[in-house]
Structures are given as C-alpha cells and as structure tokens.
C-alpha cells in the first residue's frame, strides 16, 4: 500500500515551471534546427516525398546538456528530463510525419514557443 500526504510549502513552483517550459522550448528549437529534409521517390510514381532526419548522437546530446546547465539553478536532473522529453516530442512528431499524419508545420514557431496545430471543428479525446 503507498500512502500520499499533502505538505503546506512556501516554494515559488510558478518560476521553476516557466524555468522548465523555457529549456524545454529551447531544446526542441535546438533539435529542430538540425532537421535534414531528405527527397525520396515514390515507387511507381513520379512524385517524391521529404522525410526528416535530426541529430540524435550522444555528442549532439551532451552539448545540449552542457550549454543549458551553465545557467540553470535547479537540480541537473531536470535538465536531462527536459531533454529526453524534447527527444520524445520530436520522435513522436517525425513519426507520425512518416505515416502522413502530419505536415512539415505542424510545429510552428508562436511567440518564442513550439506549438502543434490541429485542425477546427474536430473531436479530439
């Protein structure tokens, strides 16, 4: 059995999520700057077809790490969580591309901040 218990605190969590969100957002700018669109040819068809491919080394990985720790406050962990969280946005977002259920802008860039559109008037769950 686990139990849970509410602790009365006086921490400012407001700053460390906007803090989070802002590495967060900065990381999957970082990754998305490094998309290579390559051209691919459809079989049996004249059309071609652009399929993504980002850096995923752990060379690249670790100069994330690095350049984001230098002026972090908090616990280094999080820092690695918002990287591998950045890491399965993108992975998510490429693959769902590959089976044509996005676009090349589904993730547009507003106000500093990555965001996905959906289409209006749909039912989403």
Same mark, same amino acid.
């Given at each position: 059995?686990?139990?849970?218990?509410s602790l009365r605190h006086n921490?400012?969590?407001k700053a460390f999520l906007y803090a989070y969100l802002a590495i967060l957002n900065a990381v999957i700018k970082d990754i998305w700057s490094t998309i290579?669109? !390559?051209?691919?040819?459809?079989?049996g068809k004249k059309q071609k077809r652009l399929f993504p491919n980002y850096r995923k /080394?752990?060379?690249? !990985?670790?100069?994330l790490r690095d350049k984001y720790l230098k002026d972090w406050e908090?616990?280094?962990?999080?820092? /690695?969580?918002a990287l591998k969280t950045a890491f399965?946005?993108?992975?998510?977002?490429r693959k769902n591309y590959n089976r044509g259920r996005r676009n090349q802008g589904c993730m547009a860039l507003s106000g500093g901040d990555r965001k996905i559109r959906r289409p209006p008037r749909r039912i989403y769950k």
């Open positions: 059995m686990l139990k849970t218990f921490l400012n969590i290579e669109w !390559k051209e691919w040819r459809i079989p /080394d752990n060379a690249f !990985k670790r100069a908090y616990a280094a962990h999080w820092v /690695d969580s399965s946005i993108m992975r998510s977002w």
